[in-house]
C-alpha cells in the first residue's frame, strides 16, 4: 500500500476509536457542524460565499424577511438534502450501489426542477463557467456517462485503493461535465459517497484551495488525489481536536 494511504488510514482509525468513546449526541453535534462547514465550502468552490447566519437560516427553514434570497435558501436546502443522502444510502445492509444511478439521484436532489425533464444532458458547451477545464462535447456525453459506469463496475474500480477509486470518480465525472449546473457538486457527492462508505470522513476542499482545485482538474495526474488527501487529513485534525476538546470539558466538570 501506498505510504501516503498507510498513514492517512492510521490516523482515520485512532480517531474512529476516538469517536466510539463519546455518546451519539456528541457525534451528532459534531456531525451538524461538519455539514455547515462542507456545505459552506463547497459552495465557495461554485463563487457562491454564504455566511452562517444564512446558512443555518436555510438548513434551519427558519423565517426568511429578505424574499430575494429564497432560490439561494432552497438550493442550500437541497445541498444538505443531498449531503444527507450521501450519509443516509452508505448505513443498513444494502447501501445504494456506486452507479449512474446514484450519479442521476445526486444531480436530482441538487437541481429537483431537472428531475421531470428525465435529467437531460447539457447540449451546448457553456461560454461562461468556472471550470476552465476541457470538457465532453455535448454530442459525446451519453457515451461517456455509459463507459463511466463500465468502469463503475469494472474490476479496475474495485482493485483501487478506497481514496484513489473516491477521487478517480470524481476526476472523470467532472471530465464529462454532464450538466451545466451542480456538475462540480454532483461530483464532489459521489466522492464523498465512496469515501463514508469505506468509513471515511468527507474530503471537504476548502475555499482557499479554489484556484488550485481548478488547476488540478485540468491533467489526470496526483494533484486531486494530493488535494483530497490533504482534505481528509485536515478533517481528521480538526474532528480530533473537536473531540479533544469536549472531552476537556468533560474532565473539568467532574473534578
Known amino acids: ?19 466510539a468513546a463519546f455518546p451519539a449526541n456528541i457525534r451528532k453535534t459534531y456531525q451538524d457542524r461538519l455539514d455547515v462547514s462542507w456545505i459552506f465550502h463547497d459552495n465557495a468552490l461554485e463563487g457562491v460565499v ?23 435558501y432552497e438550493e442550500v436546502r437541497n445541498h444538505k438534502l443531498a449531503v444527507d443522502f450521501v450519509r443516509d444510502a452508505n448505513t443498513g445492509k444494502k447501501p445504494t450501489p456506486i452507479d449512474i444511478e446514484l450519479v442521476r439521484k445526486l444531480y436530482a436532489l441538487l437541481t429537483p426542477e431537472a428531475a421531470a425533464k428525465a435529467y437531460p444532458y447539457r447540449r451546448e458547451n457553456p461560454l461562461h463557467r468556472l471550470y476552465y477545464h476541457e470538457i465532453a462535447p455535448p454530442e459525446k456525453i451519453a457515451y461517456k456517462m455509459r463507459k463511466l459506469e463500465e468502469w463503475l463496475k469494472s474490476e479496475e474500480f474495485q482493485e483501487l485503493h478506497p481514496i484513489k477509486r473516491a477521487t478517480k470518480a470524481h476526476f472523470k465525472l ?14 464532489r457527492l459521489l466522492m464523498n459517497y465512496i469515501l463514508i462508505r469505506h468509513g471515511y470522513l468527507p474530503a471537504v476542499i476548502h475555499s482557499i484551495e479554489r484556484q488550485r482545485y481548478y488547476e488540478v482538474l485540468r491533467f489526470e495526474n496526483e494533484g486531486l488525489l494530493n488535494l483530497v488527501i490533504e482534505s ?15 472531552n476537556g470539558l468533560r474532565v473539568k466538570r467532574a473534578s
Open 1 to 19: 500500500m501506498d505510504a501516503k494511504f498507510f498513514e492517512l488510514d492510521a490516523k482515520m482509525e485512532t480517531l474512529r476509536g476516538k469517536q
Open 174 to 187: 467532472l471530465n464529462i461535465y454532464p450538466w451545466t449546473k451542480n456538475s462540480g457538486k454532483v461530483a
Open 50 to 72: 454564504l455566511s452562517y447566519s444564512e446558512l443555518k437560516a436555510a438548513i434551519d427553514s427558519r423565517i426568511i424577511s429578505d424574499v430575494t434570497l429564497i432560490p439561494m
Open 232 to 246: 481528509l487529513e485536515n478533517g481528521i485534525e480538526t474532528t480530533a481536536k473537536f473531540l479533544d476538546e469536549v
